[in-house]
């Protein structure tokens, strides 16, 4: 099993796609082993997206993600990574298929409303930077034996 970091970010929050994010995970099969409402410090920011640091949106990413409130999560399931990159779509919604998060509600890169773990070294850096390990929580779903074959 893998886990994943997913994040609603403040433009989620506050169109209130909060819980559609969530169910779509939950409809799929993933676990949420951990979850909270937080606002991001620039510190935390700027840790959180070091490999853009330079980058000409920078700043504006910076700032974007700590103007209001963000769900931060990590998720569990077989592929988790790859799995929840595939529900959320591609980085910019104008080109994120239909079906996927992006995809459904957003339309310019700079608002795409969900962040998600690009790798499975991305995942345990970004969950570490998020939550301590008592904050992760395991436990079974009842229908994890349906969901996965083997
Ligand atoms: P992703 O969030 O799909 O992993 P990324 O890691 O390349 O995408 O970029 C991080 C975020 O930065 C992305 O969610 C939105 C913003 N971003 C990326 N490319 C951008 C661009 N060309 N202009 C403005 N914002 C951009
Ligand atoms: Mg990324």
Redo the contacts with the bound molecule.
């Keep these: 099993m893998e886990q994943t970091f997913l994040m609603v970010?403040p433009d989620g929050t506050a169109r209130g796609i909060v819980g559609e994010v969530i169910s779509r995970i939950e409809a799929k099969g993933l676990k949420i082993v951990a979850m909270k409402m937080m606002e991001i410090d620039e510190g935390l920011a700027k840790r959180h997206?070091g490999?853009?640091e330079g980058?000409?949106?920078?700043a504006?990413?910076v700032s974007?993600i700590t103007s209001g409130p963000v769900v931060a999560m990590v998720v569990e399931g077989r592929e988790a990574v790859n799995v929840c990159?595939a529900l959320?779509g591609?980085?910019?919604p104008k080109e994120a298929g239909p079906g996927t998060i992006?995809g459904d509600f957003g339309i310019?890169?700079?608002r795409?409303l969900?962040?998600?773990?690009?790798s499975l070294a991305s995942a345990e850096r970004e969950i570490s930077l998020f939550f301590t390990p008592e904050e992760i929580i395991e436990y079974k779903r009842t229908d994890e034996d349906w969901l996965y074959e083997n």
Excluded: C, Q, W
């Design positions: 970010k997206y490999e853009h980058k000409p949106f920078f504006d990413l974007f990159r959320i591609a980085t910019d992006r310019d890169v700079g795409n969900v962040h998600g773990s690009d």
